[in-house]
């Protein structure tokens, strides 16, 4: 009875909608004549689209926010003169004054010329307002001027930008996987350009496979995203490369001690071309100089390569293929060739995206991408090696569309279609495999969301969005209901509150080996499992205490069912079951957010408060756990003091409540082994490591390179500028009688420098 009575209730729900938005059009318009005025928003100097842009008409309060295509639908009224302005962060705003006949559809092309993030009204105003038109909940966007100017380890990272936010956690300075509001990495929905990216990291975890010189956009959702996003329970983060640059040929050349990396951008056609590449050297610097075989180091190095094109056969149509190639390599030859290593591992990725622009009310969108990540790990000489091979191909097909009959309803539409090969083999020389398993389940899902706006006029408070999202893996046979809903109520100029509250099912799950963790075995749900699902609920207020200062507090609360934890010493099996343990989690915790986006110093502060709990019936006798990545406080500062033209200077600290881990309270003999004991742990996780702290600097430097303009900067940063070398295990050490324990420490202070040079 819950399934009909619901989806009667959205149907009444969108009949409703449609029936007051008319009436009250009528009502708040002398004239109900409207007229459309739409199209795209760009960047002046290159010809990009800017995502995220405001299009408002002041003095009747309302506005629409530009797409990931920069399109934008306004519905105005017509025969009046009306001001339309456009304003995004970082860009100076435009202003229009004109006059629509009855029913008349004006396509327009905005470009915005580029402004210092220091400037006047420029930044803040324009993301207050799109703070007031968006519904959704836990958004961040990040500039990508902010991963540059932050502190870095030698690298500028995403990650390491999104793990200093609220609600984001990581389980130690040398990993990049992102923990968010209790949940798993392999619980966040990663997207590069539309393809889905399985293990986005490299050097073992300590950088993400994202080159900051080819992003435009992120897009960070910490909880409560809507319908458009399924398959996993915690988030979304989804970023965008550049297009290129329409107008003229430019390159960005960057030198550092870990990595070298080159992006060039060019016209082509009726678009661009972007071509970007990175790549470590320290096998080649310890190869040269010899230490490589006097030390006997392994040689290891990553790469990264991203190709876009972009094309615009008409001025509504936009073709976009991009490509996506990362690798880690790394060669151990030890001295008995029977202990030799060799690992590999990587993703690929690549999607064709082609918009088209029916009209002013309606903007479609067709994706097709594929994505691989594969692993390798070989021990032993060719004669008799072993292997450990797995990876996972992913083949979709994602249309949507996006309809805007009116100033109240932004409503979108969509339908997925994806092909899953999952793969793991482990096998000792010719012997047969201890494990071989392959299969292919296909996943499909359609979703539908309105935002609605039910005033048009002076307030225009309440924003709802409201979405069902219906999904399935052929694997097994449950379906997944999961209707979505997010509002918020502007209640004064300076305070606005946010709900949200959200079904969410993950039918993919993921096996990771604690040992060589870059080799996760990810398999699709079958019979003996069912898929692990989540409620999620939020509620925040955004507030402006400052004219230049945000002030955001959510609480949440997610509930967690048939979540797995992987079974110890598994080297075979058929079944998720003989590989899993089964059970349920509880999250739950507030978040404090105080940003400043204007003038010379900009920064956030950021604190959270939060609960992580899970509870196995195979695990610690039933009893209630935490996880190891449970943090009962997190607190963050970050800033960035622009001193003036030439240099910039950042910091960033971060204090955390110690991990939860395992405490071994004894040694047992191994009857099959008498050289080895058995180690024998206490009540799981009962027990924290020190508490994490850490301080980190940058100072940035301007200069002229070969040019009158300032386009080269240096780069210096320290890591862990006050040398606390933070835990990472606890460790028993057996050589001593009686066996001690010892705590195994993280980096120490590592300064780092780098050269950029735009040309």
């Known amino acids: 009875m819950k399934l009909p009575l619901f989806l009667l209730l959205l149907l009444g729900f969108t009949l409703l909608t449609h029936q007051d938005s008319a009436a009250f059009t009528r009502a708040s318009l002398p004239d109900s004549s409207t007229g459309v005025i739409s199209g795209f928003i760009k960047d002046s100097t290159n010809g990009e689209s800017i995502i995220g842009a405001t299009v408002r008409v002041r003095d009747l309060k309302i506005g629409a926010i530009s797409n990931k295509s920069g399109f934008f639908s306004l519905h105005v009224p017509s025969r009046v003169q009306v001001l339309v302005e456009i304003t995004s962060l970082g860009y100076r705003s435009v202003k229009e004054k004109f006059i629509l006949k009855d029913g008349e559809?004006?396509?327009?092309?905005?470009?915005?010329?580029?402004?210092?993030?220091?400037?006047?009204?420029?930044?803040?105003?324009?993301?207050?307002?799109?703070?007031?038109?968006?519904?959704?909940?836990?958004?961040?966007?990040?500039?990508?001027?902010?991963?540059?100017?932050?502190?870095?380890?030698?690298?500028?990272?995403?990650?390491?930008?999104?793990q200093l936010l609220p609600g984001v956690q990581t389980s130690s300075e040398i990993s990049s996987g992102l923990y968010v509001r209790g949940g798993s990495p392999d619980q966040n929905l990663i997207l590069l350009d539309g393809s889905v990216l399985y293990n986005p990291s490299h050097f073992f975890g300590f950088f993400s496979t994202f080159n900051p010189d080819a992003i435009k956009d992120v897009e960070f959702i910490k909880g409560g995203f809507p319908a458009e996003y399924g398959g996993r329970l915690s988030s979304v983060l989804s970023v965008t490369d550049i297009d290129g640059d329409r107008n003229q040929t430019k390159g960005k050349f960057t030198l550092g001690l870990i990595s070298s990396r080159a992006t060039i951008e060019t016209p082509l056609g009726t678009g661009a071309l972007v071509l970007s590449g990175r790549r470590t050297y320290l096998d080649v610097l310890l190869n040269a100089t010899g230490l490589a075989t006097s030390l006997n180091l392994p040689g290891y190095y990553f790469y990264d390569l991203n190709l876009k094109i972009t094309q615009n056969p008409s001025p509504n149509?936009?073709?976009?293929?991009?490509?996506?190639?990362?690798?880690?390599?790394?060669?151990?030859?030890?001295?008995?060739?029977?202990?030799?290593?060799?690992?590999?591992?990587?993703?690929?990725?690549?999607?064709?995206?082609?918009?088209?622009?029916?009209?002013?009310?309606?903007?479609?969108?067709?994706?097709?991408s594929a994505s691989n990540y594969s692993s390798t790990f070989t021990v032993g000489s060719n004669a008799q090696p072993f292997n450990w091979i797995n990876g996972i191909d992913d083949y979709t097909a994602l249309g949507s569309m996006e309809y805007f009959p009116n100033q109240q309803n932004t409503i979108k539409t969509g339908i997925q279609a994806t092909a899953y090969h999952t793969s793991l083999k482990i096998q000792s020389g010719t012997n047969p495999p201890n494990a071989d398993i392959d299969r292919t389940p296909y996943y499909a899902a359609?979703?539908?969301?309105?935002?609605?706006?039910?005033?048009?006029?002076?307030?225009?408070?309440?924003?709802?969005?409201?979405?069902?999202?219906?999904?399935?893996?052929?694997?097994?046979?449950?379906?997944?209901?999961?209707?979505?809903?997010?509002?918020?109520?502007?209640?004064?100029?300076?305070?606005?509150?946010?709900?949200?509250?959200?079904?969410?099912?993950?039918?993919?799950?993921?096996?990771?080996?604690?040992?060589?963790?870059?080799?996760?075995?990810?398999?699709?749900t079958d019979t003996s499992q069912p898929p692990e699902r989540a409620l999620q609920y939020v509620l925040g207020v955004s507030t402006t205490p400052f004219e230049d200062v945000n002030f955001d507090v959510e609480a949440y609360y997610k509930d967690m069912t048939n979540l797995v934890e992987m079974r110890p010493n598994v080297t075979s099996g058929s079944t998720l079951n003989d590989v899993f343990f089964v059970g349920n989690g509880k999250a739950y915790g507030i978040e404090f957010f105080l940003q400043k986006q204007e003038g010379r110093f900009t920064g956030w502060l950021g604190y959270t408060l939060a609960w992580t709990t899970r509870t196995f019936p195979d695990i610690n006798n039933g009893k209630e756990f935490p996880p190891t990545y449970d943090r009962r406080n997190n607190f963050d500062l970050v800033f960035t003091y622009h001193a003036n033209d030439r240099w910039t200077f950042g910091a960033n600290y971060t204090y955390?409540?110690?991990?939860?881990?395992?405490?071994?309270?004894?040694?047992?003999?191994?009857?099959?082994?008498?050289?080895?004991?058995?180690?024998?742990?206490?009540?799981?996780?009962?027990?924290?490591?020190?508490?994490?702290n850490r301080l980190d600097l940058s100072a940035t430097y301007k200069f002229s390179f070969f040019s009158e303009q300032r386009n080269a900067e240096f780069n210096f940063d320290v890591f862990n500028?006050?040398?606390?070398?933070?835990?990472?295990?606890?460790?028993?050490?057996?050589?001593?009688?009686?066996?001690?324990?010892?705590?195994?420490?993280?980096?120490?202070?590592?300064?780092?420098?780098?050269?950029?040079?735009?040309?």
């Open 317 to 368: 149509d936009k073709v976009t293929v991009s490509g996506y190639m990362g690798s880690d390599n790394l060669n151990f030859a030890a001295a008995n060739a029977a202990n030799d290593i060799t690992m590999q591992w990587g993703n690929k990725a690549a999607s064709g995206v082609w918009t088209h622009v029916f009209g002013s009310e309606l903007f479609s969108k067709l994706d097709l």
């Open 721 to 759: 500028a006050y040398n606390y070398r933070n835990v990472w295990i606890s460790q028993v050490d057996e050589t001593t009688n009686p066996a001690t324990i010892n705590l195994v420490r993280l980096l120490p202070i590592l300064p780092t420098f780098g050269v950029s040079v735009n040309f």
């Open 446 to 524: 359609a979703y539908a969301q309105d935002e609605w706006k039910p005033t048009l006029g002076a307030t225009d408070p309440l924003a709802i969005t409201a979405g069902l999202r219906v999904d399935g893996i052929s694997s097994n046979p449950q379906i997944g209901i999961d209707p979505r809903i997010s509002a918020r109520y502007v209640l004064t100029p300076a305070v606005t509150l946010k709900a949200s509250f959200g079904v969410y099912h993950q039918y993919l799950k993921l096996a990771t080996n604690t040992l060589i963790p870059v080799f996760d075995v990810w398999q699709a």
């Open 105 to 162: 559809d004006r396509s327009r092309t905005y470009l915005l010329a580029p402004a210092s993030v220091s400037g006047a009204d420029i930044t803040v105003e324009a993301d207050h307002e799109r703070e007031r038109q968006e519904p959704q909940v836990s958004r961040v966007t990040i500039q990508p001027q902010q991963v540059a100017d932050l502190p870095k380890a030698g690298e500028s990272d995403i990650f390491r930008i999104l």
């Open 656 to 692: 955390g409540t110690g991990q939860a881990y395992t405490q071994i309270t004894a040694l047992a003999p191994n009857a099959e082994d008498g050289g080895r004991n058995i180690p024998i742990g206490g009540d799981k996780n009962a027990l924290r490591l020190p508490p994490y």
